[in-house]
């Protein structure tokens, strides 16, 4: 995929917000600090156009990244803050779970997670909610550059495993560092357009 523009269009608390023009979307979900914003950033070739790190506190929004003018990446805040007190999780998961359970044109989730370790409880809620409501997924297995190659299989073993990944969801290797995986995400999600 080649990425001639990319550009922020709204950044949502409410779904009278989202843009109403019915291109493809793309969420991107993951755990705060996976590498959620350097994945999106790499893929459309940008240094810092997703923020990295939204800190728990601030407004909590959907950010819709128009690309190519064609569809949507829609960054979904992160999950997994110890600190983020039982209301603001609430808030947090009504919005999410009322936009990918209702969302005519989200076509797939991007779920981030880290190669390096085994998927985290939230990680596996996540994923258990995603196909409790069927929606396809993409698992990208970022931080690639901070193992060896020698130990990606069994990596991605124990992500496919702990995850419990079903058939047709592919689990892509990928770094933000060094660009791997990078095309095979692409084709993943031009596959799903
Ligand atoms: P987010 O909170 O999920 O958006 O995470 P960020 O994209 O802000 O990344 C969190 C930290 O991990 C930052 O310090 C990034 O530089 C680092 N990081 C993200 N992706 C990679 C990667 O593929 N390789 C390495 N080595 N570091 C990464």
Redesign the pocket.
């Given at each position: 995929m080649k990425v001639t523009s990319a550009e922020i269009v709204i950044s949502a608390v409410k779904p009278e917000q989202y843009p109403n023009n019915h291109l493809p979307e793309f969420a991107l979900a993951?755990r705060?600090?996976?590498?959620?914003?350097?994945?999106i950033n790499k893929m459309i070739n940008r240094k810092n156009l997703?923020r990295?790190?939204?800190k728990p506190g601030k407004t909590q929004t959907l950010n819709f990244f128009l690309i190519n003018e064609s569809f949507y990446f829609v960054d979904v805040p992160?999950y997994g803050f110890a600190k983020v007190s039982k209301k603001e999780r609430e808030a947090w998961g009504k919005m999410i779970e009322t936009y990918l359970t209702t969302r005519e044109q989200l076509r797939a989730v991007v779920l981030?997670v880290d190669l390096r370790h085994a998927p985290t409880k939230d990680d596996v809620m996540m994923y258990e909610f995603l196909k409790h409501y069927e929606i396809p997924t993409v698992i990208i297995a970022?931080?690639?550059?901070?193992i060896p190659r020698g130990k990606w299989q069994k990596h991605v073993k124990v992500v496919r495993e702990t995850l419990n990944v079903v058939e047709g969801d592919p689990v892509i290797i990928?770094?933000?560092?060094t660009g791997q995986g990078k095309d095979e995400a692409w084709a993943a999600l031009q596959q799903r357009m």
């Open positions: 993951g705060s600090n996976v590498g959620k914003s350097s994945f997703a990295t790190s939204s992160g981030i970022t931080k690639a550059d901070k990928f770094s933000s560092e």
